[in-house]
Protein backbone atom coordinates (compact mmCIF):
# COMPACT_ATOMS: atom_id res chain seq x y z
CA UNK A 1 0.00 0.00 0.00
CA UNK A 2 1.11 3.53 -0.92
CA UNK A 3 2.14 5.56 1.77
CA UNK A 4 0.88 8.66 2.26
CA UNK A 5 3.45 10.53 3.41
CA UNK A 6 6.44 9.19 1.67
CA UNK A 7 8.80 11.68 3.21
CA UNK A 8 7.59 12.12 7.09
CA UNK A 9 7.85 8.08 6.65
CA UNK A 10 11.36 7.75 5.99
CA UNK A 11 12.37 10.53 8.32
CA UNK A 12 11.49 8.84 10.69
CA UNK A 13 13.20 5.42 9.99
CA UNK A 14 16.31 8.07 9.03
CA UNK A 15 17.89 7.49 5.85
CA UNK A 16 15.61 8.53 2.33
CA UNK A 17 14.28 5.68 0.14
CA UNK A 18 15.38 5.73 -3.38
CA UNK A 19 13.50 8.19 -6.03
CA UNK A 20 11.74 9.94 -3.31
CA UNK A 21 8.47 11.76 -4.41
CA UNK A 22 7.54 15.33 -3.56
CA UNK A 23 6.15 15.53 -0.19
CA UNK A 24 2.16 16.90 -0.65
CA UNK A 25 1.54 20.41 -0.18
CA UNK A 26 -0.02 21.21 3.62
CA UNK A 27 -3.54 21.89 4.23
CA UNK A 28 -3.69 25.25 4.99
CA UNK A 29 -6.69 25.03 6.71
CA UNK A 30 -8.83 28.03 5.23
CA UNK A 31 -11.67 25.51 4.79
CA UNK A 32 -12.18 24.11 8.50
CA UNK A 33 -11.25 27.95 9.50
CA UNK A 34 -14.27 29.37 7.81
CA UNK A 35 -16.95 26.54 8.55
CA UNK A 36 -15.82 26.78 12.21
CA UNK A 37 -16.80 30.85 11.58
CA UNK A 38 -19.77 30.11 9.58
CA UNK A 39 -21.11 27.74 12.71
CA UNK A 40 -20.54 30.05 15.21
CA UNK A 41 -17.76 27.53 17.00
CA UNK A 42 -16.03 30.45 18.52
CA UNK A 43 -13.68 28.04 20.91
CA UNK A 44 -12.41 26.33 17.69
CA UNK A 45 -12.21 28.84 15.83
CA UNK A 46 -9.84 30.00 18.59
CA UNK A 47 -7.85 26.94 18.55
CA UNK A 48 -7.46 26.58 14.75
CA UNK A 49 -6.19 30.25 14.57
CA UNK A 50 -3.51 29.08 17.50
CA UNK A 51 -2.38 26.03 14.93
CA UNK A 52 -2.43 27.74 11.95
CA UNK A 53 -0.17 30.27 13.50
CA UNK A 54 2.15 28.31 14.87
CA UNK A 55 3.00 30.36 17.23
CA UNK A 56 4.23 33.37 15.01
CA UNK A 57 2.07 36.17 16.90
CA UNK A 58 -0.02 37.13 13.37
CA UNK A 59 -3.24 35.72 14.10
CA UNK A 60 -5.08 38.19 12.17
CA UNK A 61 -2.96 37.40 9.02
CA UNK A 62 -4.17 33.83 9.46
CA UNK A 63 -7.36 35.03 9.34
CA UNK A 64 -7.15 37.03 6.53
CA UNK A 65 -5.34 34.75 4.32
CA UNK A 66 -7.99 31.77 4.81
CA UNK A 67 -10.64 32.61 1.98
CA UNK A 68 -13.01 30.76 -0.08
CA UNK A 69 -13.87 32.33 -3.54
CA UNK A 70 -12.98 35.53 -1.94
CA UNK A 71 -14.96 34.78 1.58
CA UNK A 72 -13.39 35.27 4.58
CA UNK A 73 -14.21 34.41 8.49
CA UNK A 74 -15.90 37.89 8.66
CA UNK A 75 -18.24 36.54 5.41
CA UNK A 76 -18.96 33.46 7.37
CA UNK A 77 -19.94 34.77 10.45
CA UNK A 78 -21.39 37.67 9.41
CA UNK A 79 -24.20 35.75 6.64
CA UNK A 80 -24.94 33.08 9.67
CA UNK A 81 -25.61 35.90 12.36
CA UNK A 82 -22.46 35.04 14.40
CA UNK A 83 -21.89 37.94 16.76
CA UNK A 84 -20.10 36.64 19.38
CA UNK A 85 -17.57 35.18 16.16
CA UNK A 86 -17.71 38.83 14.65
CA UNK A 87 -16.95 40.51 17.67
CA UNK A 88 -13.98 38.81 18.08
CA UNK A 89 -12.75 39.33 14.15
CA UNK A 90 -13.38 43.04 14.73
CA UNK A 91 -12.79 44.19 17.97
CA UNK A 92 -9.67 41.35 19.33
CA UNK A 93 -7.92 41.00 15.76
CA UNK A 94 -8.91 43.50 14.01
CA UNK A 95 -10.11 42.69 10.33
CA UNK A 96 -10.93 44.62 7.78
CA UNK A 97 -14.87 45.40 8.49
CA UNK A 98 -15.23 45.93 4.49
CA UNK A 99 -13.36 43.02 3.06
CA UNK A 100 -14.90 41.64 -0.58
CA UNK A 101 -15.29 38.50 -1.70
CA UNK A 102 -14.97 38.08 -5.34
CA UNK A 103 -18.39 39.28 -6.38
CA UNK A 104 -17.14 42.14 -4.48
CA UNK A 105 -19.66 41.74 -1.74
CA UNK A 106 -18.29 42.89 2.06
CA UNK A 107 -19.39 41.05 4.67
CA UNK A 108 -22.03 43.54 5.62
CA UNK A 109 -23.84 42.90 1.70
CA UNK A 110 -23.58 39.12 2.70
CA UNK A 111 -25.52 39.65 6.25
CA UNK A 112 -28.18 41.60 4.95
CA UNK A 113 -28.39 39.48 1.90
CA UNK A 114 -29.17 36.23 4.43
CA UNK A 115 -31.23 38.14 6.65
CA UNK A 116 -29.20 38.49 9.38
CA UNK A 117 -29.77 41.90 10.46
CA UNK A 118 -28.66 41.54 13.77
CA UNK A 119 -25.05 40.78 12.44
CA UNK A 120 -25.35 43.12 9.59
CA UNK A 121 -26.39 46.68 12.57
CA UNK A 122 -23.17 45.34 14.57
CA UNK A 123 -21.25 45.97 11.36
CA UNK A 124 -22.79 49.17 11.03
CA UNK A 125 -22.25 50.39 14.10
CA UNK A 126 -18.28 49.29 13.73
CA UNK A 127 -17.79 51.55 11.45
CA UNK A 128 -18.68 48.72 7.73
CA UNK A 129 -19.00 51.20 5.00
CA UNK A 130 -22.97 51.68 4.42
CA UNK A 131 -23.04 52.51 0.81
CA UNK A 132 -20.38 50.07 -0.62
CA UNK A 133 -21.58 48.14 -3.33
CA UNK A 134 -20.85 44.92 -4.95
CA UNK A 135 -19.75 44.61 -8.26
CA UNK A 136 -23.28 44.46 -9.90
CA UNK A 137 -24.24 47.50 -8.23
CA UNK A 138 -25.94 46.58 -5.60
CA UNK A 139 -25.99 48.10 -2.16
CA UNK A 140 -27.05 47.71 1.16
CA UNK A 141 -30.14 49.92 0.82
CA UNK A 142 -30.88 47.36 -2.12
CA UNK A 143 -31.11 44.58 -0.02
CA UNK A 144 -32.75 46.15 3.26
CA UNK A 145 -35.27 47.70 0.56
CA UNK A 146 -36.19 44.15 -1.24
CA UNK A 147 -36.09 42.61 2.32
CA UNK A 148 -38.86 45.03 3.57
CA UNK A 149 -36.78 45.67 6.59
CA UNK A 150 -37.93 48.89 8.23
CA UNK A 151 -35.40 49.22 10.76
CA UNK A 152 -32.09 48.69 8.55
CA UNK A 153 -33.56 50.96 5.56
CA UNK A 154 -33.83 53.71 8.41
CA UNK A 155 -30.68 52.99 9.45
CA UNK A 156 -28.73 53.21 6.52
CA UNK A 157 -30.35 56.13 5.36
CA UNK A 158 -29.69 57.85 8.88
CA UNK A 159 -26.07 57.17 7.91
CA UNK A 160 -26.51 59.59 4.61
CA UNK A 161 -26.24 56.58 1.87
CA UNK A 162 -27.91 57.46 -1.48
CA UNK A 163 -31.36 56.79 -1.69
CA UNK A 164 -31.31 56.55 -5.49
CA UNK A 165 -28.05 53.50 -6.24
CA UNK A 166 -28.70 52.01 -9.19
CA UNK A 167 -27.73 48.43 -9.95
CA UNK A 168 -28.88 46.16 -13.14
CA UNK A 169 -31.99 45.21 -11.49
CA UNK A 170 -32.70 49.04 -10.87
CA UNK A 171 -33.40 51.24 -7.37
CA UNK A 172 -34.12 50.48 -4.16
CA UNK A 173 -37.42 51.73 -4.97
CA UNK A 174 -37.58 49.38 -8.13
CA UNK A 175 -37.16 46.53 -5.51
CA UNK A 176 -39.34 47.58 -2.88
CA UNK A 177 -41.87 48.21 -5.72
CA UNK A 178 -41.34 44.46 -7.22
CA UNK A 179 -41.52 43.12 -4.00
CA UNK A 180 -45.24 45.10 -2.62
CA UNK A 181 -42.70 46.31 0.00
CA UNK A 182 -45.23 50.15 0.52
CA UNK A 183 -43.91 50.49 3.83
CA UNK A 184 -40.54 51.10 2.85
CA UNK A 185 -41.50 52.36 -0.59
CA UNK A 186 -43.00 54.78 1.65
CA UNK A 187 -39.64 55.64 3.48
CA UNK A 188 -37.85 55.95 0.45
CA UNK A 189 -40.11 58.41 -1.21
CA UNK A 190 -39.98 60.47 1.88
CA UNK A 191 -36.34 60.35 1.36
CA UNK A 192 -36.77 61.89 -2.05
CA UNK A 193 -35.99 58.32 -3.95
CA UNK A 194 -36.14 59.51 -7.66
CA UNK A 195 -39.11 57.39 -8.64
CA UNK A 196 -39.00 58.16 -12.52
CA UNK A 197 -35.70 56.13 -12.67
CA UNK A 198 -35.81 53.58 -15.30
CA UNK A 199 -34.43 49.62 -15.30
CA UNK A 200 -30.57 50.40 -17.08
CA UNK A 201 -31.87 49.25 -20.57
CA UNK A 202 -34.68 49.24 -20.33
CA UNK A 203 -37.53 51.51 -19.80
CA UNK A 204 -39.55 49.67 -16.40
CA UNK A 205 -40.13 52.36 -13.66
CA UNK A 206 -40.82 51.78 -10.44
CA UNK A 207 -44.51 52.44 -11.53
CA UNK A 208 -44.84 49.71 -13.70
CA UNK A 209 -43.13 47.52 -11.64
CA UNK A 210 -46.24 48.25 -9.01
CA UNK A 211 -49.07 48.03 -11.38
CA UNK A 212 -47.95 44.62 -12.84
CA UNK A 213 -47.03 43.22 -9.40
CA UNK A 214 -49.67 44.32 -8.72
CA UNK A 215 -49.00 45.77 -5.39
CA UNK A 216 -52.23 48.65 -5.25
CA UNK A 217 -50.52 50.37 -2.06
CA UNK A 218 -47.16 50.79 -3.89
CA UNK A 219 -49.14 52.36 -7.46
CA UNK A 220 -51.30 54.45 -4.59
CA UNK A 221 -47.97 55.95 -3.27
CA UNK A 222 -46.00 56.47 -6.46
CA UNK A 223 -49.53 58.16 -7.71
CA UNK A 224 -49.80 60.15 -4.69
CA UNK A 225 -45.79 60.83 -4.47
CA UNK A 226 -46.01 62.24 -7.91
CA UNK A 227 -48.73 64.57 -7.77
CA UNK A 228 -47.19 66.48 -4.63
CA UNK A 229 -44.11 66.31 -6.59
CA UNK A 230 -45.93 67.67 -9.64
CA UNK A 231 -47.50 70.56 -7.51
CA UNK A 232 -43.99 71.77 -5.61
CA UNK A 233 -42.39 71.89 -9.58
CA UNK A 234 -45.61 74.01 -10.34
CA UNK A 235 -44.90 76.26 -7.55
CA UNK A 236 -41.76 76.79 -8.45
CA UNK A 237 -42.07 77.42 -12.19
CA UNK A 238 -40.36 74.45 -13.35
CA UNK A 239 -43.03 72.42 -14.49
CA UNK A 240 -44.80 72.30 -18.13
CA UNK A 241 -48.20 71.63 -17.92
CA UNK A 242 -48.27 69.83 -21.41
CA UNK A 243 -45.66 67.25 -22.57
CA UNK A 244 -41.95 68.68 -22.09
CA UNK A 245 -38.89 68.96 -19.77
CA UNK A 246 -38.42 69.72 -16.11
CA UNK A 247 -36.25 73.09 -15.99
CA UNK A 248 -33.13 70.92 -14.88
CA UNK A 249 -33.60 68.83 -18.29
CA UNK A 250 -32.45 65.82 -16.15
CA UNK A 251 -35.69 63.83 -17.30
CA UNK A 252 -37.95 63.72 -20.06
CA UNK A 253 -41.27 62.36 -19.42
CA UNK A 254 -44.81 62.96 -21.02
CA UNK A 255 -46.15 64.69 -18.15
CA UNK A 256 -49.92 65.78 -19.44
CA UNK A 257 -51.73 65.53 -15.73
CA UNK A 258 -49.07 64.03 -14.39
CA UNK A 259 -45.99 61.41 -15.24
CA UNK A 260 -48.12 58.40 -14.69
CA UNK A 261 -47.92 58.65 -18.54
CA UNK A 262 -44.47 57.47 -19.01
CA UNK A 263 -45.08 54.67 -21.17
CA UNK A 264 -43.81 50.74 -21.33
CA UNK A 265 -41.69 49.32 -23.91
CA UNK A 266 -44.83 48.64 -26.03
CA UNK A 267 -45.88 52.08 -26.01
CA UNK A 268 -48.52 51.32 -23.32
CA UNK A 269 -49.73 53.87 -20.48
CA UNK A 270 -49.39 52.65 -17.64
CA UNK A 271 -53.13 52.59 -16.63
CA UNK A 272 -53.97 50.38 -19.72
CA UNK A 273 -51.49 48.11 -17.94
CA UNK A 274 -53.48 47.88 -15.34
CA UNK A 275 -56.74 47.43 -17.09
CA UNK A 276 -54.91 44.78 -18.79
CA UNK A 277 -53.89 43.01 -15.30
CA UNK A 278 -57.49 43.13 -14.84
CA UNK A 279 -57.05 45.77 -11.91
CA UNK A 280 -59.69 47.91 -11.62
CA UNK A 281 -58.82 49.29 -8.61
CA UNK A 282 -55.20 50.20 -10.24
CA UNK A 283 -57.55 52.04 -13.31
CA UNK A 284 -59.54 53.65 -10.54
CA UNK A 285 -56.19 55.04 -8.75
CA UNK A 286 -54.47 56.18 -12.09
CA UNK A 287 -57.66 57.83 -13.74
CA UNK A 288 -57.79 61.24 -11.73
CA UNK A 289 -53.91 61.59 -12.91
CA UNK A 290 -53.51 60.35 -16.60
CA UNK A 291 -54.42 62.43 -19.32
CA UNK A 292 -57.39 61.61 -21.95
CA UNK A 293 -55.88 58.75 -24.21
CA UNK A 294 -56.70 59.33 -27.89
CA UNK A 295 -57.60 56.22 -28.95
CA UNK A 296 -59.61 55.11 -25.68
CA UNK A 297 -62.97 56.89 -26.75
CA UNK A 298 -65.26 56.51 -23.97
CA UNK A 299 -62.67 58.03 -21.58
CA UNK A 300 -64.09 56.35 -17.73
CA UNK A 301 -63.12 53.73 -15.51
CA UNK A 302 -65.19 50.81 -17.70
CA UNK A 303 -64.13 52.78 -20.71
CA UNK A 304 -60.66 52.13 -20.44
CA UNK A 305 -61.31 48.75 -19.06
CA UNK A 306 -63.27 47.75 -22.26
CA UNK A 307 -60.44 49.69 -24.39
CA UNK A 308 -57.73 47.33 -23.09
CA UNK A 309 -60.28 44.59 -23.63
CA UNK A 310 -61.16 44.80 -26.86
CA UNK A 311 -57.48 45.67 -27.90
CA UNK A 312 -56.43 42.15 -26.71
CA UNK A 313 -59.25 40.75 -28.66
CA UNK A 314 -58.13 42.23 -31.80
CA UNK A 315 -54.45 41.43 -31.00
CA UNK A 316 -55.18 38.19 -31.09
CA UNK A 317 -57.34 38.32 -33.92
CA UNK A 318 -54.40 39.47 -35.86
CA UNK A 319 -51.45 38.11 -37.87
CA UNK A 320 -49.97 34.90 -36.06
CA UNK A 321 -47.31 34.94 -38.36
CA UNK A 322 -46.13 38.47 -36.91
CA UNK A 323 -43.24 37.93 -34.29
CA UNK A 324 -43.37 40.88 -32.46
CA UNK A 325 -47.03 40.43 -31.90
CA UNK A 326 -46.87 37.46 -30.73
CA UNK A 327 -43.84 39.01 -27.88
CA UNK A 328 -46.29 41.49 -27.27
CA UNK A 329 -49.34 39.35 -26.76
CA UNK A 330 -47.36 36.66 -24.34
CA UNK A 331 -46.39 39.80 -22.60
CA UNK A 332 -49.93 40.97 -22.18
CA UNK A 333 -51.15 37.06 -20.97
CA UNK A 334 -48.24 37.79 -18.43
CA UNK A 335 -49.92 41.21 -17.03
CA UNK A 336 -53.38 38.66 -16.67
CA UNK A 337 -51.58 35.89 -15.12
CA UNK A 338 -51.87 33.51 -17.53
CA UNK A 339 -48.75 31.40 -18.01
CA UNK A 340 -49.76 28.80 -20.28
CA UNK A 341 -51.14 31.26 -22.61
CA UNK A 342 -47.84 33.47 -22.47
CA UNK A 343 -46.39 30.56 -22.78
CA UNK A 344 -47.64 29.24 -25.86
CA UNK A 345 -47.02 32.86 -27.65
CA UNK A 346 -43.77 32.67 -26.59
CA UNK A 347 -42.93 29.46 -27.81
CA UNK A 348 -44.37 30.42 -31.59
CA UNK A 349 -42.85 33.77 -31.29
CA UNK A 350 -39.33 31.83 -30.93
CA UNK A 351 -39.58 29.14 -33.43
CA UNK A 352 -40.78 32.23 -35.59
CA UNK A 353 -37.38 34.13 -35.02
CA UNK A 354 -35.34 31.70 -33.03
CA UNK A 355 -32.46 34.10 -33.05
CA UNK A 356 -34.08 37.12 -31.37
CA UNK A 357 -33.16 37.38 -27.32
CA UNK A 358 -36.91 38.48 -26.98
CA UNK A 359 -38.33 35.07 -27.55
CA UNK A 360 -36.15 33.55 -25.26
CA UNK A 361 -36.93 35.96 -22.28
CA UNK A 362 -40.46 35.84 -22.85
CA UNK A 363 -40.53 32.23 -22.43
CA UNK A 364 -38.55 32.50 -19.66
CA UNK A 365 -40.72 35.24 -18.27
CA UNK A 366 -43.88 32.40 -19.19
CA UNK A 367 -42.27 29.56 -17.20
CA UNK A 368 -41.53 31.96 -14.28
CA UNK A 369 -45.19 32.54 -13.70
CA UNK A 370 -45.76 28.75 -13.83
CA UNK A 371 -42.74 27.80 -11.44
CA UNK A 372 -40.49 25.92 -13.53
CA UNK A 373 -37.82 27.31 -12.40
CA UNK A 374 -35.48 24.55 -14.52
CA UNK A 375 -36.93 25.39 -17.91
CA UNK A 376 -36.82 29.33 -16.95
CA UNK A 377 -33.20 29.40 -16.36
CA UNK A 378 -32.31 28.11 -19.64
CA UNK A 379 -34.60 30.18 -21.45
CA UNK A 380 -32.61 32.97 -20.03
CA UNK A 381 -29.59 31.56 -20.34
CA UNK A 382 -30.15 31.11 -24.56
CA UNK A 383 -31.04 35.16 -24.28
CA UNK A 384 -27.93 35.79 -22.32
CA UNK A 385 -25.73 34.00 -25.24
CA UNK A 386 -27.88 36.09 -27.76
CA UNK A 387 -27.63 39.27 -26.22
CA UNK A 388 -24.97 39.65 -23.95
CA UNK A 389 -24.71 42.34 -21.25
CA UNK A 390 -28.32 42.89 -21.24
CA UNK A 391 -28.97 43.43 -17.78
CA UNK A 392 -32.65 43.03 -18.28
CA UNK A 393 -32.04 39.72 -19.40
CA UNK A 394 -29.07 39.17 -16.61
CA UNK A 395 -31.65 40.05 -13.64
CA UNK A 396 -34.04 37.70 -15.09
CA UNK A 397 -31.53 34.81 -14.92
CA UNK A 398 -30.51 35.68 -11.03
CA UNK A 399 -33.65 35.53 -10.37
CA UNK A 400 -34.56 32.38 -11.84
CA UNK A 401 -31.39 30.90 -10.49
CA UNK A 402 -32.02 32.18 -6.94
CA UNK A 403 -35.99 30.58 -7.40
CA UNK A 404 -34.25 27.51 -8.32
CA UNK A 405 -32.26 26.93 -5.59
CA UNK A 406 -34.85 28.55 -2.69
Not at 134 to 146: M, W
Not at 154 to 177: C, F, Q, R, W
Not at 197 to 220: E, Q
Request: proline share 7%; hydrophobic share 40%; glycine share 10%.
Amino acid sequence: MARRHPAATSAKRGAAPPNPSPPPPPADGSIPLLHAASRGDLRLFKRLVRDLDKGRGRPREVVEAAKDQGLVALHCAGGKGRLRVCRYLVEELGVDVDAVDDGGRTPLLVALIHGSMNTASYLLDDGADPGKADDKGFAPLHHAAKAGDRKMTELLLAKGVSVDPVSSEGTPLYAAALEGHDEIMQILLENNADCNKKLPGGVDTPLLVAITAPSLKCVKLLVEHSYDARKALQKNGTFQDHQGLSSSGATTISVGKGWPEILEEFGRFPIELAALSGTREGVAILFPVTSCIPTVHDWSIDGIIRHARVSMKQAMEYDRHDATLLSDRSFCWLCMGDGHEALRDALACREMRPGWPKACYRQGQALMLLKDYGAACDAFLDAAKLDPGSPEIESALREAMNSLRT
